[in-house]
């Protein structure tokens, strides 16, 4: 069965973004092929994503889940019924107001894959319900001060267990199993 996963490149005060939600923070960075090794590993294990769609519910250039490497289904969270959209090898399917029938459809399309979710609100939601396994977090050596947090809002304890730390050129990566 699919694991679920919180895949993420955060700031070291946990950020996923700025307060205006741009990333730049994220590139230009040195990295060493280890740092690639890493990431390749966790890519490639992932099946589906679960995210947020925009307020348009149209698929940007900038909205696509790993830049378009991945060539898995997407579910994305929204509060309006939409059909489908296909685009560039991708399904894009949504899920009205349902997170657990969301990851249950990914899990479904995943197959014995990861499941990963993208997105502080959806990492927030699902930690909540009790349907993440496993926290893998790329952590960026930078402070933005303010944005928008992975893990704010969270209102509850989560005991995590160390799987995996590893760092390289510049970031640190850290894997942790969410305990039940």
């Keep these: 069965m699919a694991h679920v996963i919180v895949h993420a490149t955060i700031t070291l005060d946990g950020f996923i973004a700025d307060k205006d939600g741009a990333v730049?923070?994220?590139?230009?960075?040195?990295?060493?092929?280890e740092d690639d090794v890493v990431v390749n590993d966790v890519t490639q294990h992932i099946g589906a994503v679960v995210g947020g769609a925009n307020k348009?519910?149209?698929?940007?250039?900038?909205e696509i889940p790993y830049g378009g490497m991945?060539?898995?289904?997407?579910?994305?969270m929204t509060h309006t019924a939409h059909d489908p959209i296909e685009r560039d090898?991708?399904?894009?399917?949504?899920?009205?107001?349902d997170i657990v029938r969301a990851v249950e459809s990914a899990k479904a399309a995943a197959g014995d894959k990861w499941v990963s979710l993208l997105g502080g609100s959806i990492s927030r939601q699902c930690l909540q319900l009790g349907l993440v396994d496993e926290l893998h977090l790329d952590v960026a050596p930078v402070l933005l001060g303010e944005g928008i947090s992975l893990f704010a809002g969270l209102?509850?304890?989560?005991?995590?267990?160390?799987?995996?730390?590893?760092?390289?050129?510049s970031e640190a990566h850290l894997r942790y199993r969410v305990l039940r």
């Design 70 to 76: 991945l060539k898995v289904p997407v579910y994305l």
């Design 56 to 62: 348009t519910q149209t698929i940007e250039d900038g």
């Design 89 to 97: 090898g991708l399904t894009y399917t949504f899920v009205v107001d």
């Design 155 to 169: 209102g509850q304890r989560t005991e995590l267990e160390r799987v995996a730390t590893s760092a390289y050129a």
């Design 24 to 33: 730049d923070w994220m590139f230009g960075r040195p990295s060493a092929p």
